[in-house]
């Protein structure tokens, strides 16, 4: 049995790690660089900081990520436990107070003690003992090129931005009004709604506005599911209307009618004090972001408490490299865990991270790694990045999907999801009893 085992990285999928590796009696060594250095992307010293939006989506089993929450919430997740208790209203989502969210995992991995924090940057990967690499997909450069040496794999890249959060008490809420899309759920969302003169305006502004440079990289690749709004915008006129400004189930109380265009914003914190802006995640300059955005109907004179920022998200090449326990294949006593593996989202990372831990401690109890199936939401991504027979390896969030389909035909597709669920979690308590 091993001594100890290392996680690098104290973001979401390295407390979880950390945390399923301490439950069972094992040491960790927790090494995080905060706060000594921080990331283009971080800006808090406490762990698991959310950077891209405070919600963890769905949290309906009817939706494949909300299903993927309540498996490690039956596996006892450090992540599920702290969103549950810090969450704010968000309809039919699971969003959290990101500061009373990292702060409580924070005290939770400190009271843990198995497990031991370091804080300083890990420039080498240790040669001796089990690791589990969590550090993200900000990975710092020295550590980039120790990795890169080691798995002898190109490395791929996109780019991530964050969307802006501003003050709910600089919001003209006679413009603006709270709802929810077909009045289903409460009304949790502040919506802004445009008529056609406004949004001309608007997307014009958005699609000409300048952007802030992207250092050191010469293309720019952007994923799907966090594309920069400009970037959206710029594939069409009506593309935003279809997206993330999508009217449809919102009837203005000023109008008693749907809008040409709505603009909805999410609680950001317990208090509600602080929104952010519903798919703005963006790489404008900050002053531009202040006057483009200050043309949305109701946010004339929003204070910005933070602007939206660009970064580069980096990934390995994860079906070339890793088996589904997230064990590299040429090096067994290195996992990988969390975005660094291709896995997309705060949810996803965390149960990365709850899988790499897990079987990372079977590994220094002397036993087999533990390998879910993908009947099961967790066992569907870790298939996925470790299916050799992917060539055009992209992130991807949990979905039905990338999970075993149903023998029988069911042509209702929340009752077909349903029934997928609740084999899922009845697959999960039965893996409990070995691990």
């Given at each position: 049995?091993?001594?100890?085992?290392?996680?690098?990285?104290?973001?979401?999928?390295?407390?979880?790690?950390?945390?399923?590796?301490?439950?069972?009696?094992?040491?960790?060594?927790?090494?995080?660089?905060?706060?000594?250095?921080?990331?283009?992307?971080?800006?808090?010293?406490?762990?698991?900081?959310?950077?891209?939006?405070?919600?963890?989506?769905?949290?309906?089993?009817?939706?494949?990520?909300?299903?993927?929450?309540?498996?490690?919430?039956?596996?006892?997740?450090?992540?599920?436990?702290?969103?549950?208790?810090?969450?704010?209203?968000?309809?039919?989502?699971?969003?959290?107070?990101?500061?009373?969210?990292?702060?409580?995992?924070?005290?939770?991995?400190?009271?843990?003690?198995?497990?031991?924090?370091?804080?300083?940057?890990?420039?080498?990967?240790?040669?001796?003992?089990?690791?589990?690499?969590?550090?993200?997909?900000?990975?710092?450069?020295?550590?980039?090129?120790?990795?890169?040496?080691?798995?002898g794999e190109e490395y791929l890249h996109f780019f991530d931005a964050a969307a802006p959060i501003v003050s709910f008490d600089t919001i003209n809420m006679d413009?603006?009004?709270?709802?929810?899309?077909?009045?289903?759920?409460?009304?949790?969302?502040?919506?802004?709604?445009?008529?056609?003169?406004?949004?001309?305006?608007?997307?014009?502004?958005?699609?000409?506005?300048?952007?802030?440079?992207?250092?050191?990289?010469?293309?720019?690749?952007?994923?799907?599911?966090?594309?920069?709004?400009?970037?959206?915008?710029?594939?069409?006129?009506?593309?935003?209307?279809?997206?993330?400004?999508?009217?449809?189930?919102?009837?203005?109380?000023?109008?008693?009618?749907?809008?040409?265009?709505?603009?909805?914003?999410?609680?950001?914190?317990?208090?509600?004090?602080?929104?952010?802006?519903?798919?703005?995640?963006?790489?404008?300059?900050?002053?531009?972001?202040?006057?483009?955005?200050?043309?949305?109907?109701?946010?004339?004179?929003?204070?910005?408490?933070?602007?939206?920022?660009?970064?580069?998200?980096?990934?390995?090449?994860?079906?070339?490299?890793?088996?589904?326990?997230?064990?590299?294949?040429?090096?067994?006593?290195?996992?990988?865990?969390?975005?660094?593996?291709?896995?997309?989202?705060?949810?996803?990372?965390?149960?990365?991270?709850?899988?790499?831990?897990?079987?990372?401690?079977?590994?220094?109890?002397?036993?087999?790694?533990?390998?879910?199936?993908?009947?099961?939401?967790?066992?569907?991504?870790?298939?996925?990045?470790?299916?050799?027979?992917?060539?055009?390896?992209?992130?991807?969030?949990?979905?039905?999907?990338?999970?075993?389909?149903?023998?029988?035909?069911?042509?209702?597709?929340?009752?077909?999801?349903?029934?997928?669920?609740?084999?899922?979690?009845?697959?999960?308590?039965?893996?409990?009893?070995?691990?």
């Amino acid at each position: 049995m091993s001594d100890y085992i290392n996680v690098i990285g104290a973001g979401l999928a390295g407390c979880e790690a950390a945390w399923q590796i301490a439950k069972r009696g094992i040491k960790v060594k927790l090494y995080e660089m905060k706060p000594q250095m921080y990331s283009p992307a971080h800006h808090l010293e406490t762990y698991a900081e959310l950077v891209c939006s405070n919600s963890l989506r769905s949290d309906q089993l009817e939706n494949a990520v909300g299903l993927l929450k309540e498996e490690m919430r039956l596996l006892d997740s450090i992540i599920m436990k702290c969103a549950d208790a810090t969450r704010v209203p968000a309809g039919g989502a699971l969003a959290v107070d990101r500061s009373k969210f990292s702060q409580m995992v924070t005290d939770l991995i400190h009271e843990n003690e198995n497990i031991e924090i370091i804080n300083e940057e890990v420039k080498e990967l240790p040669t001796d003992g089990i690791t589990v690499v969590a550090s993200g997909p900000l990975t710092s450069e020295d550590l980039s090129r120790s990795l890169m040496r080691l798995i002898g794999e190109e490395y791929l890249h996109f780019f991530d931005a964050a969307a802006p959060i501003v003050s709910f008490d600089t919001i003209n809420m006679d413009k603006a009004y709270k709802a929810a899309r077909y009045n289903r759920g409460t009304a949790d969302y502040i919506n802004c709604p445009m008529n056609r003169e406004e949004y001309d305006r608007f997307w014009n502004e958005l699609v000409n506005a300048e952007l802030a440079p992207v250092k050191d990289f010469e293309k720019e690749v952007v994923f799907e599911g966090c594309m920069p709004v400009e970037t959206m915008a710029k594939r069409g006129v009506d593309t935003l209307r279809f997206g993330p400004l999508k009217p449809v189930g919102l009837v203005d109380p000023n109008t008693r009618s749907e809008a040409y265009a709505v603009v909805q914003l999410r609680q950001d914190n317990e208090e509600g004090t602080l929104y952010n802006i519903v798919g703005f995640q963006t790489r404008l300059k900050w002053p531009e972001q202040k006057r483009v955005f200050g043309l949305i109907p109701g946010l004339e004179n929003a204070e910005f408490v933070r602007y939206g920022v660009m970064h580069r998200n980096t990934f390995i090449n994860s079906p070339k490299v890793l088996e589904p326990s997230y064990r590299m294949r040429k090096h067994p006593n290195l996992y990988f865990a969390g975005q660094i593996t291709g896995v997309e989202g705060y949810v996803e990372s965390a149960s990365s991270g709850l899988l790499a831990g897990i079987n990372a401690a079977m590994s220094a109890l002397g036993k087999k790694d533990i390998l879910f199936p993908r009947s099961t939401a967790i066992g569907a991504l870790s298939n996925y990045v470790s299916d050799q027979n992917v060539r055009d390896f992209q992130p991807m969030n949990i979905n039905f999907g990338l999970m075993e389909g149903l023998t029988v035909r069911i042509r209702d597709k929340r009752k077909k999801n349903s029934e997928i669920s609740a084999r899922a979690l009845q697959i999960i308590k039965d893996i409990q009893n070995s691990i």
